[in-house]
């Protein structure tokens, strides 16, 4: 195998197909909401992803049989147009492997006749939001105040957007597909559930579709203990509190 | 040299051939059971693979002349269907390469017509055993049953496999080439010929050969030495020994 | 996207046009002087430069509008010869990427006729130059002379030139396109407008332009305040005055 | 340019040549030898070989005038057959660029009919030698007793080569191409002239041609130099002696 690799299940009809993306990045926020959303609109899987530029390893599960690390894409049926959500275990690593996986990707959104993109993913801000917004960007000017009005907050987000949130956008502008990235506030120093939460109810309303974001509620929870624990050791270190018991034990998620 | 290139010595025919693998890996556990099966089986080797991905070197040989770093496919005569088996000097570092050596070696594969592919390799568990177990992982789930029956042990092995032994089957799967990866425990720390030995007792039941175990008895006991060593160690890091002489010599094996 | 694609945004008639390149790289030299002749010349952008080998990442805009990050050929009217600028956000990073970006640059240039390649670039030096000097290195011996007049001084740079500066002129010699590389001193530990400036005043000459170098006074000074800072630091640490409240805040740039 | 690009200046004839390598390597013992043989055999360069796997930098001359890395191939006349020699400023780095620049060079050496392939090396032991000795290393076993007579040392070099003194020999057999590997016994931590000048007696032998070895006696000086200083840093580091002034600016060269 030397490049990706899409292997579609079955050949599905669909209408007008909004891809959703929600791979493993900052606070893991986009992965939490796809994963939750291929759940609750009972999507099917599609397509199987392969790639050379992803781990060269196979996952042992419980039940004695391996798989293989990989990408998967899964389809919903909507209202007046269906939802491709691509999930998986991981993201290409370098740079070419990025443009070469999305460049795959976007060869069969663009077969199947996706009319939108929509990425999900995390902004790191380095600290802990009671209640994280949701910003916005998007590929062209007028889907600014297009957007605005569910809530997504334009212009204020800063710097560059690593890996597919970013480059699914991005590569798709220039093959003329419209595409909206959305990212939750979050700390980036741990899972963020409740960004992941903040994310989907926007989501929910430009798809038009319900999920039960309570589901999430026991997630949102650890990481509120991990959120609690790095305020008292980062105001510890500034010399204002004295943090007991806590230990350096915060899981970094890149 | 561009890609990874299968030289055959002869076109030998062969019947439902099983392939083995048994490349370096954790603890070479893999590649001692994979060696000592062609010395035992008196296989003959009948193409040498090389690549771009191995290293750029040459190896020096005592008696004046060098030869290429590579892996090699032996045949060994079995008494309904016979074996290839695959072994070697190193395996490629990157995913990329690991990907396209992996390819290569299933094109040949099942060209060949191979009905089945048997991995070997180390299950590191960071301690030493006195009866190291086989653990298995299969690629569909009714192997689980069939395998259960030659004592390997499916479902509590967990987290991934790394290189060869894991992708052989994985990939191999995604070509409907069933296969069974079987990893003997073992520390992880030293090279474990008893580990190997319990693979090989495992896989000589499988595969209905007889193989002579006590041909690695003098390497089972260097490996006690360095795991007796490793205990000590261990121990006095914990405060409840004086390891008297014992050195860090250990000789960590990737 | 698995190569290096130059996007043309219009298809423009030029007059042998000359090639004039300012990418990052030390200093930022070549990058400012690139970018203010730019604006100064009222340059139209014409084509877009896309690479796997730069960043996986996009670049979010105040605007709420993302982009990829690129590299830009802008296209200037000139008296007798247009002129081709190349500016952009990065250079590729390893050997193998920067050989087949330029590749494609000078496949761009030669189909449109490119009769001379300017690159522009800063001489890292370690100390801070108040009369920053233009050093210069060209193609073919006979346009050593020819260049000279213009205040360039050839043969006291020593070393290599790392990046599209060199490469665009050692790779275009190999098409027979001749090219001379502009640099001006820098200390290369911080941004140098002033080196710029330096370098600009011999290019406009070149190319019979007139530029207003004053545009870019305040980044002059902001570089001043770095030097002095850092001439102050390099004393202090060789026990000769006491630097006061001189921080280790110098950007560095490659 | 995306791949290793032989450019042949002349279509000169040759008569059953044989290709003499000597790149940078360790203790620049091969690039010494072979630079040398260019000079004292008024070898004439016919080809240059650039590759997107040198290092992406150009070298500015003292002329003003710059030039690509790249290696060379040199052509001289011999009594019966004439010598091919590849000389340069660098090796590629990794290992599928050693692969790709060896192959390409092995594809021009068997269009020109090569009949025997050297290869000129340092084989580093850590000490320093008075009289270096020159160990061999052939691609079939006859060519062991057929090179003993030139005085080479057969059997008694361990472990493997690294780089293109080894893949030439490595890969040129895969083609049926003989070759024999040179390598004068070095310490390793310095250029080391003295050990070129033993391969070169043993090569002129072998070449039946005559050259000055005397060219080297200043480099061969200066090696000696710094071989003292080792040996006295390494005795005063057992306890043995005081250095005095012996410093630690020890080149080490890869």
């Known amino acids: 195998m030397i490049e990706t690799t899409i292997i579609e ?26 994963d939750l959303l291929v759940d609750e609109l009972k999507a099917e899987k599609i397509a199987d992803i392969y790639s050379p530029h992803f781990p060269h390893q196979v996952i042992m599960q419980k039940n004695g049989v391996m798989r293989m690390i990989k990408n998967r894409i899964y389809l919903a049926k909507g209202k007046k147009r269906d939802f491709l959500i691509l999930a998986g275990d991981v993201q290409a690593v370098t740079s070419e492997a990025q443009y070469e996986v999305t460049g795959k990707m976007l060869d069969y959104a663009q077969k199947k006749g996706v009319s939108l993109t929509i990425t999900l993913g ?7 939001h009671d209640k994280p917004r949701v910003f916005g960007i998007v590929s062209n000017k007028p889907m600014v105040e297009e957007y605005k009005k569910y809530g997504i907050i334009f212009g204020e987000s800063k710097g560059s957007i690593i890996g597919a949130a970013g ?14 990235c959305l990212m939750g506030e979050t700390h980036g120093g741990f899972v963020d559930a409740k960004s992941a939460q903040a994310l989907l109810e926007v989501l929910c309303k430009m798809l038009e579709v319900k999920v039960d974001l309570k589901k999430l509620d026991a997630r949102v929870k650890a990481g509120e203990k991990f959120a609690k624990r790095i305020e008292q050791e980062t105001m510890a270190a500034k010399g204002m509190v004295h943090p007991g018991g806590a230990k350096h034990d915060l899981s970094y998620i890149r």
């Open 167 to 180: 480059l699914l956008i991005g590569m798709g502008k220039l093959r003329e597909m419209p595409g909206v």
């Open 9 to 34: 299940k079955k050949n599905i009809k669909m209408r007008k197909p909004v891809l959703i993306e929600g791979l493993p990045g900052i606070g893991l926020v986009g992965k939490i909401a796809a």
């Open 122 to 128: 995390g902004y790191g801000t380095g600290k802990v």
